[in-house]
């Protein structure tokens, strides 16, 4: 196990430098593609060679291999099936033993068979018959609640970090579907997918601002809120650490299907895996915590039904990052494993000074930071487990065990035609 490691100042520009490190100094190194597609496209690139970085705490296991620019200059074919590629007269019909989810070669993504990915198209499915509507929710006794002083002012302060934080990270998750991850799924399953998403997340944010438009506050009073992920650099700290990946993915330069540009995204997608699976939940259980003292329970069963897909989330994600590794085992070589590992690292660093600057005084009645940090921890165990990692830290119980009251087990089946259980949160296991 290693020791958890915390930094001295809470200064999340160490992290932001390294990460950026990471991605602007590596390049794509293997132009030797073959399995030529119909239509080609080409960039031109300056092969570097790849470096991998790792935090303070991997340091003593990670190989940080020199970087050695060149400025050779080399003409690489890009022969990814792509969305934006015209459609051809006489193109052959896509055959499963060609797609990929990333990467596929000489086949139109936009036909839904064959259907190379079944249980896709079923996540897909799941989440549809899961979609809600935040104004289906009476807001009343949170409204009466927040305007009496129900909330003390340490709970209060808890509570409009917290929604600001959520509503701000809400718009990253999309954004980084938008701009970093569709154009590389060559799978049209997965892409039918990943748009539900979107339109899900931007649903949670619709939810976040009804909440708060519920408790009859005037646009001033709402945006005084929302803007708190700009003024306090906890929350500032942990929104740009996973913008980095995504503007890794986007600024990359590597041709997309190439090892270093599937290195970013593999990257960038674990730490959004990290966001699905960790920061939200995490955020959650601030609400649930008030909820369990009778404290904005309308708010938490908003809280519940945005956990529920988020779960979803968390569970496509990971496959998507399995899959890849399946299909791409050379990805995820020594270095790529540990720099996993620092990633999730990372992650519960950021959490943790999260939890610190929303509940300075060590917590709120029902919550210790102590239980928050642990949860952290224990999630982390979790998608190291997931990842086939090494786990990082001593936590064998959930501290929180209580969430799973918070936790909205099912889901409609579509083809059984009936509700059954799913499994969420803490109990993801790999399907
Ligand atoms: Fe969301
Ligand atoms: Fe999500």
Redesign the pocket.
Known sequence: MLDFDEPSNGDESPLLRKLSVAHSKTAYKNNSFSGIAESRQTADYKATKPVMTASKSMGKESAIEEITPTTEKHRVIFPMSASLAPVSIGARRPDADSVKIIGGQGYDVRQPVPLKYPNIRQHFLNARNNFWTPNDIAMGDDKMQWNTGKLTEEETWMFKCNISYLTAS?NL?PDNLDNAILAQITANEMRQYLRWQMA??AN?IESYFFILESFGLDVEGQGQIFNLYQQVPELTAKLNWNLTFTNNVVSCGAPFGSPEANRALLEDLISYYIFEYLF?PLGFSQVFALARQGKLRNTAQQYQY?WR??NL?AINGRWLIRQIIKENPALWDKSMRERARAIINEAVILETNFGKATMPNGGIPGLSLKSYTDYARLMANNICQALGLELLFDIKEHPMAWLSEYEMKQEVNFFEGRVRDYRVGSDLKWE
Request: glycine share 0%; net charge negative; proline share 0%.
């Open positions: 809400d998750v899900e997340e949670h939200f945005i897909d988020e989330h």
